[in-house]
């Protein structure tokens, strides 16, 4: 079971890039690793997937370098609506898949 | 198409009292899970099912029971609640192998 490790929180304002790190050094070969967002009250929401290299799509893009021990969520010039805490999950279907405690961004004007 | 359902959106419980929060899925998912979020925290995964007639417990299974006679729901049962279970519940589904999990708008749980 990988465990992953992100920032307990990160700031930013209006506009810029905001890159986001997860740790998973011991991720196995069919792992695949995907970002959600959560916002108060609320489920959390998918965002990405990737195995490996880039993937993006309309909201990111998701770096993963080619051992897979880390992975980079790129949000592109962020707004005020990016405010959430941001998760990192390692695994396959049929693993527990695992939420650990997030990275709170928040986003200033 | 409603996604993943869950019901009752509140509930208030004596400590001791039983009681089943219930989710459904309309999209033919094949994986089903619960988790639990206390205020400030991440979700902590309670149990899981890969399919129908199959679960398994996740990080923090004690005091809670599930079932999977169907592939649509996914019933969390509290046998006897203790005030350490208060927290908001979410239940999420998938497709399948690697896609994308679904999430209820939760229910949030209260025990006194």
């Known amino acids: 079971l990988a465990k992953t490790t992100q920032p307990t929180s990160m700031d930013s304002y209006e506009g810029q890039e905001v890159n986001i790190t997860c740790s998973h050094n011991n991720i196995a070969t069919n792992d695949y690793i995907t970002w959600y967002q959560q916002f108060p009250s609320q489920g959390p929401r998918f965002i990405i997937q990737g195995y490996k290299t880039k993937v993006t799509n309309e909201v990111a893009s998701l770096f993963i370098p080619a051992d897979r021990k880390s992975s980079t969520l790129s949000l592109p010039r962020v707004s005020l609506s990016d405010t959430a805490v941001y998760y990192c999950?390692?695994?396959?279907?049929?693993?527990?898949?695992?939420f650990g405690a997030g990275t709170r961004l928040a986003v200033h004007p | 198409n409603a996604g993943v359902t869950q019901t009752p959106k509140f509930q208030v419980l004596k400590t001791g009292q039983s009681m089943t929060l219930q989710c459904a899925q309309d999209?033919?998912?094949?994986?089903m899970s619960w988790y639990r979020q206390d205020p400030g925290m991440g979700l902590r995964l309670i149990h899981y099912s890969v399919g129908a007639g199959i679960t398994d417990q996740g990080e923090v299974p004690n005091g809670y029971n599930v079932s999977r006679s169907t592939t649509e729901d996914f019933p969390l049962r509290l046998l006897s609640a203790a005030p350490s279970q208060t927290s908001v519940y979410f239940c999420?589904?998938?497709?399948?192998?690697?896609?994308?999990?679904?999430f209820g708008s939760g229910t949030q749980l209260s025990v006194l």
């Open positions: 999950l390692v695994g396959d279907i049929g693993d527990k898949l695992i």
């Open positions: 999209m033919n998912h094949e994986y």
């Open positions: 999420a589904s998938s497709l399948g192998s690697n896609e994308k999990l679904f």
